[in-house]
């Protein structure tokens, strides 16, 4: 209803017309009916004051129409949005409600039925499941407070009978802290909105709030007023008042009647002093204010009223401040009702405390651990190890009979990790993980293998550069101490003369005992040693100094020697150096027993053979240490260094193109209005129904009633001559294919006449029309740029590996193309036609402290977990985890499947602080990681037709004559083609003089708008530069 002075509008009455070929005016939007015209200008020009106010939205400055057409609007939107289950409940409430503030009275509706649920409300459930499930509120049930023997008074609660969606066989039982409604559905200001659309009142104070008639028909709520409430009824009752207010008498709470005399009036402000008899006083006060008019008949006692006894109030309130029904008054009035009763019955329900409040709900996210766990919880899925051994016994492992253990799982995804993120400074093609694997595996005295040889040797030259470039060192290494050895050689080759023994001096003066003693140590002082025989040194359980006394590692890097056994004589060298610091000499020495031998002769040829024999967990040893060493190269800290500064240049063109494109929504925004506007007028009008019948079954019938003579006709008219046999089909085929032509240009044309008869639309809507399509143009390309930064945010940021998340048993989850690296690997790698890197979720077991910590706890707290919940976290990991557990951080598995993927996401907890983070990042990438895992299953499985063909491809070998089958070794089908590109030869080669070559035109500069990610346009890019556009000499 508009309002005008916060007053609904009155409308004019219907005037009295004897007859009907009367004049009248008529306003369409209230039915006012006028017979004079002023009147109904004048009333025009009323409704067009812009003084109204919409009802329900509480819009002012509003002519009486657009008010109205709000009013309307927000009625209809009110009506949809609110649910159907509580309008009745709340219009009941409402209903005869005397506060006067609408804001107070929708606060207190809010607050009352914010937890309350009613059948037929569309809900959500939490189950012992742990699974939140929609459902439709079947039944409730209200169970009342409880008196408890202590005396405390339990607090009253409600079930909900629930069925749930899409289980049509299944239904739910649950109490008020696991159901929750949409909160978007009821809201302080979507109630607002509902009960002024349903709800009036009139304008005098204390009025009632009442449902209008047709709402209140619609939910069967009375809508008597009890006389009380009634205008009549206040006024006699404020009339009252004054009069006894005027005469002196005393007011009880605005009852009628009074005791006889003229009282003096009581202090109505002023609160009594607290004494006994003012307590009596106030009691006999309250109990003949509240017995009415019975006062007279039935006086009070002389002695004060019980104090279990509680006055009747004098009408049955509809405000928020009644409190359950009065009490039973007995024949007698309320004076003499049974006190022995009363007292047996109210006295502890006097002296009850207040209840407790009730817990307060469990705010999600928690500690994992500290969830509950799931009723018939799913497990996680099956790991798998890579690993020849296994943490567990039970686990299916795809590393059986790969001499690979567990302990080397970590360094050798270290190291693929490594040399695939700072491929570009190593000027290495990307390789998948399963290639890698296969390389370090692949032994042949008499081939080798590329990807083998190049990552080494790549490695290696980061270290030392070329004698071209200076022959500089990158890395601290420890020190060889040859001096030292130098000399204690050769003091060990020259032996140390005899000193000849000077004579002993004679004693001066008195010579004692004691001076003699003296002397004699003296002289035993000074004479010279016997000569010792030398202890033998600690002989060495390898030859690798002895392999460096030719040319040393260093000097030999420098060259760049690197071929028959050039590399592997330079890792021993680098290995034996390395041994000097007390950090490395363990892990070094036991490589160098098996490089350096003392049973063979200490060569290059030695070095390689024993290489190629070398175990593959020793060889994935030699090559994490040298990947530890690149880390500290000046070449790695300058490339992390650009690359953080290009994260800070596309973080800031990342902010610019959201600012455009939140400009251009905003600006799409208002075009969409302005197009709402003029849609209306640029509508075509409706199609007139035709009886036309459709033209197809027309035509094809036609076809088939052609006479004989037709068709031979058609066929004579034909640029061929006829012919017989097939050509007569031929002949049909071309004269239905000419009737098709004719009809497809017949409706063409009734096309065109009927687009003729279309009003053209204005050049405005057409010109707005076309302002938004080049917005949305705009749009898109900003939100393409944004996702194009996005991808390069990701693999620039190359510092670190960034893990996935963590469960609740602190299980460590790694998806190693999350950063630092194209999602398939660099897309100008030779195998590049895998499309995956690494193509596998890795598990990495809990570190000492989280588990000591979280896990294997103290016996205190665990008894204290297991009476809360049942078990010890031990026995709850061994249950939610199957049998395939990871117990420390050295143990790995993985998880390579689709299905075990979403697995995994269903097993996360999403109550839980870790694996609410952890699920977020598997739902974010999800796809992404599926298409990595069905790529790496059809490159591990090629079809019977595809075989793995390296004949035509560059192989190394030592031999040429010798042909070996190598069909079975995917590992040899990679090729090193960014270093050919960049430097003409592989790393093992040695640099090839070449003639200086014309210089290239410059490549045409890059458009801003076609910048694309490393992935999508490496191979456009300048050659020999690295992913930051720089080039890194070492």
């Known amino acids: 209803m508009v309002l005008f002075k916060r007053k609904p509008v009155q409308y004019q009455p219907k005037p009295h017309i004897e007859n009907d070929e009367t004049e009248v005016w008529v306003i369409k939007a209230t039915g006012e009916i006028f017979i004079d015209y002023e009147q109904y200008l004048a009333r025009m020009d009323f409704y067009k004051q812009r003084r109204f106010i919409c009802q329900i939205t509480g819009h002012s400055g ?55 649920y009613y059948p037929g409300e569309a809900v959500t459930v939490h189950v012992v499941t742990g699974e939140r499930l929609t459902g439709i509120v079947r039944d409730k049930t209200r169970f ?11 607090a009253p609660f409600s079930r909900y009978f629930v069925s749930l969606d899409n289980r049509p066989t299944e239904e739910a039982v649950v109490d008020d802290a696991h159901i929750t409604r949409d909160r978007k559905i009821f809201t302080k200001q979507v109630l607002r909105s509902f009960i002024k659309k349903t709800v009036t009142r009139e304008a005098w104070t204390g009025a009632p709030w009442l449902v209008k008639p047709e709402v209140a028909q619609v939910y069967h709520i009375d809508t008597r007023v009890p006389p009380h409430l009634r205008y009549e009824s206040k006024a006699a009752e404020r009339k009252q008042k004054q009069a006894q207010q005027k005469n002196g008498q005393p007011d009880y709470d605005g009852m009628v009647g009074s005791f006889q005399g003229n009282a003096s009036r009581l202090p109505e402000l002023k609160p009594a002093p607290k004494s006994h008899k003012s ?4 009691q006999q006060q309250g109990q003949l204010a509240k017995s009415k008019q019975q006062s007279f008949l039935n006086p009070a006692p002389n002695n004060p009223l019980p104090p279990q006894f509680v006055p009747q109030p004098p009408y049955v309130s509809h405000t928020f401040q009644a409190v359950g029904p009065p009490p039973q008054v007995g024949p007698h009035g309320p004076h003499f009702t049974n006190y022995h009763n009363a007292s ?63 302990r080397s799982i970590g360094p050798l995804l270290e190291c693929w990790d490594t040399l695939n993120v700072y491929c570009e400074i190593l000027r290495l093609d990307s390789f998948t993980f399963d290639d890698f694997v296969e390389a370090m595996q692949f032994s ?120 028959n056994g050039g590399w592997q004589i330079i890792m021993v060298g680098l290995l034996h150096q390395l041994s000097k610091s007390p950090r490395n000499f363990e892990s070094c020495e036991i490589l160098l027993k098996e490089l350096a031998p003392l049973d063979m002769p200490p060569t290059s040829e030695t070095a390689r053979q024993q290489y190629a024999k070398l175990d593959v967990n020793l060889r994935i040893q030699a090559l994490q240490i040298v990947c530890m060493l690149i880390a500290e190269t000046k070449a ?43 849609l209306p007028a640029n509508l075509p009008p409706s199609p007139i129904p035709e009886n036309k019948p459709l033209h197809g079954d027309v035509k094809m019938t036609g076809v088939e009633e052609k006479t004989g003579d037709e068709t031979e006709e058609e066929i004579i008219d034909t640029d061929e001559d006829p012919h017989l046999g097939r050509s007569l089909r031929r002949g049909l085929d071309r004269a239905a294919e000419r009737k098709r032509k004719r009809e497809l240009e017949q409706e063409k044309k009734e096309k065109a006449e009927a687009e003729a008869k279309i009003p053209k639309q204005s050049k405005q809507f057409t010109k707005l029309m076309k302002d938004i399509a080049k917005k949305e143009e705009a749009i898109k390309d900003c939100e393409d740029e944004i996702a194009i930064l996005d991808n390069d945010l990701r693999e620039a940021d190359c510092p670190r590996t960034r893990v ?63 009476m809360k919940f049942g078990m010890s976290v031990p026995e709850r990991k061994k249950m939610e985890e199957g049998a395939t ?34 699920h977020k990042e598997l739902k974010l990438y999800r796809d992404r990681i599926a298409r990595n895992m069905e790529k790496r299953k059809e490159y591990l499985n090629p079809a019977e037709d595809k075989s793995v063909d390296s004949g035509p491809k560059r192989m190394s070998t030592r031999r040429k004559e010798q042909h070996v089958d190598h069909t079975a070794h995917r590992c040899l089908s990679w090729h090193n083609s960014i270093a050919l590109d960049e430097l003409g030869h592989l790393h093992s080669d040695q640099p090839r003089a070449r003639k200086p070559a014309k210089k290239a035109a410059a490549p045409p500069p890059m458009v801003e708008e076609e910048r694309q990610t490393r992935s999508e346009g490496k191979g456009k890019k300048q050659k020999g530069l690295g992913r930051q556009g720089t080039r890194y000499e070492f």
Not at 147 to 152: C, E, F, I, R, Y
Not at 850 to 865: C, L, S, T, V
Not at 885 to 911: C, K, M, N, V
């Open 444 to 563: 042949s005295e008499d081939v080798d293998c590329e990807l083998f040889v190049e990552t080494h040797c790549a490695a290696l030259k980061m270290l030392v550069s070329s004698e071209a470039e200076g022959g500089k060192i990158h890395v601290q290494l420890p020190d060889m101490d040859e001096e030292s050895d130098d000399e204690d050689s050769a003091a060990e080759a020259s032996p140390a003369p005899t000193p000849t023994p000077e004579p002993e001096p004679k004693p001066k003066g008195r010579a004692t005992r004691s001076s003699l003693a003296k002397a004699e140590a003296e002289a035993l002082k000074a004479e010279p040693e016997p000569a010792k025989e030398p202890t033998p040194e600690p002989q060495s359980p390898h030859r690798a100094a002895e392999m460096q006394v030719e040319i040393g590692w260093i000097d030999r890097l420098r060259k760049r020697d690197f071929k």
């Open 804 to 866: 996935l998340g963590k469960d609740r048993f602190w299980n460590r989850y790694y998806w190693f193309e999350r950063n630092g690296m194209p999602y398939a690997g660099m897309p100008n790698s030779s195998t590049a036609e895998s499309g995956y890197a690494n193509g596998c979720i890795w598990v990495q077991g809990p570190d000492d402290l989280e588990r000591e910590g979280y896990i294997d706890m103290k016996p205190d707290w665990q008894n204290e977990y297991r």
């Open 885 to 918: 557990s990871l117990f420390t951080a050295h143990q790995w598995g993985y998880i390579e499947d689709p299905e075990a993927l979403d697995g995994l996401i269903s097993w996360l907890d999403t109550r839980g602080t870790n694996e609410v983070k952890l």
């Open 636 to 678: 790695v800290r300058n490339y992390m260094e650009e690359c953080s500064e290009q994260m800070t240049s596309f973080r800031k063109e990342k902010i610019q193109f959201q600012r455009d494109r939140k400009a251009l929504l905003e600006e799409l925004r208002l075009l969409n209005e302005e197009r709402k506007i003029l």
């Open 62 to 116: 509003l002519s009486f129409f657009e008010a109205l057409k709000s009013e309307l609007a927000g009625a209809q939107e009110v009506e949809e949005a609110f649910p159907e289950a509580l309008k009745g409940p709340i219009l009941r409430r409402v209903q005869f409600q005397t506060i006067s503030r609408i804001d107070t009275l929708v606060d207190l509706i809010f607050d009352e039925f914010r937890s309350d």
């Open 279 to 282: 307590k009596q006083q106030q």
């Open 144 to 154: 009342g407070s409880k008196v408890l023997p202590d005396g405390t008074v339990s």
């Open 344 to 406: 047996f019955t109210f006295a502890p329900l006097a002296s009850m405390p207040p209840a407790p409040p009730p817990p307060p709900p469990i705010k999600y996210p928690i500690e994992d651990l500290q969830v509950a766990p799931r009723h018939n919880a799913p497990q996680r899925p099956t790991l798998k190890f890579f690993s020849q051994d296994t943490p567990s016994d039970i686990g299916t492992t795809k590393g059986e009979g790969n001499g690979i253990l567990m």
